[in-house]
């Protein structure tokens, strides 16, 4: 006895539902996965998302800036490809985000000041770089701030000019790097210093910026939100608390709308 229509019809109907459940779950998965692997790549190689903690670099950057850093800018290495890729040197008046060469190797945020082979004086609070003055529209000066040497003047002459905030390994060292009465930026290393120039810890005290050590630059604000004030005082996990419900409720009020998707310079 044949089998009827509607039962061939039913039964062809379970086995492509059968073979199609499987081939739907897969097709989740591997979706999945290719998002994962995407977003894992952006953050590895292109861009990444970075935080201004500290007034260094006022008024170009606040604390409480939270900026998109492109990774892939400087990416060159000097491979037979890098000519057809979007690569170009690092170059003087850059803003550069790079990881600390001390300690736990936080990140930091800076403005190139001199390149390899530079030669660079502080005289008088005005920065020369191979010998000419250099046009820094960008810099702010603190009148109010503490006396600091390496301010109005450096590199130091001699040992005995040698300040007390200056990073050990780099208080050993900058006197080789000193000719003339200039530092000597040396091969694959940068030197870099803050806008807010009398509140910026930078190359001056603590050295120069590895090549490796340069994670990218800063392209635009995608999220400026003024802290609380008693940020910096409370660093316990309770005041952390404390302060991040505090923003929320406040995000509103805090948040400097004007900075939003701003181009960073």
């Known amino acids: 006895m044949s089998e009827s229509a509607q039962a061939v019809e039913a039964r062809q109907s379970a086995a492509h539902h059968a073979e199609t459940q499987p081939a739907t779950l897969r097709e989740y998965i591997e979706s999945l996965l290719v998002t994962v692997i995407l977003a894992l ?10 935080k201004i903690p500290s007034q260094s670099m006022e008024p170009t950057l606040l604390v409480g800036d939270h900026l998109l850093v492109n990774k892939f800018i400087f990416g060159g290495r000097g491979h037979w490809y ?29 403005r190139v000041i001199g390149v390899p082979g530079d030669r660079i004086k502080i005289v008088d609070q005005q920065v020369y770089v191979n010998g000419k003055r250099s046009v820094e529209p960008y810099v702010v000066r603190d009148p109010a701030a503490p006396y600091d040497p390496f301010g109005d003047n450096f590199p130091p002459r001699s040992a005995e000019y040698l300040q007390a905030n200056m990073q050990p390994e780099w208080a050993d060292q900058i006197l080789q790097y000193v000719q003339d009465g200039e530092i000597v930026v040396p091969p694959e ?18 050295g120069f910026v590895d090549r490796d050590a340069i994670m990218g630059r800063p392209v ?18 309770n005041g952390w608390i404390l302060n991040f419900l505090d923003t929320i409720l406040h995000l509103p009020s805090r948040t400097r709308w004007s900075r939003m998707l701003h181009e960073v310079h």
């Open 41 to 50: 790549f952006g953050t590895t190689f292109v861009v990444q998302a970075f």
């Open 82 to 110: 890098d000519s057809v890729l979007p690569y170009r040197e690092i170059h003087r008046g850059d803003i550069i985000v790079f990881k600390f060469p001390y300690q736990d190797h936080p990140h930091y945020v800076k």
């Open 220 to 237: 635009v604000i995608y999220w400026s939100v003024q802290a609380a004030h008693d940020d910096d005082a409370n660093q316990n996990l």
């Open 189 to 206: 290393k940068y030197f870099a210093m803050g806008d807010n120039r009398d509140h910026s810890w930078d190359s001056r005290f603590w």
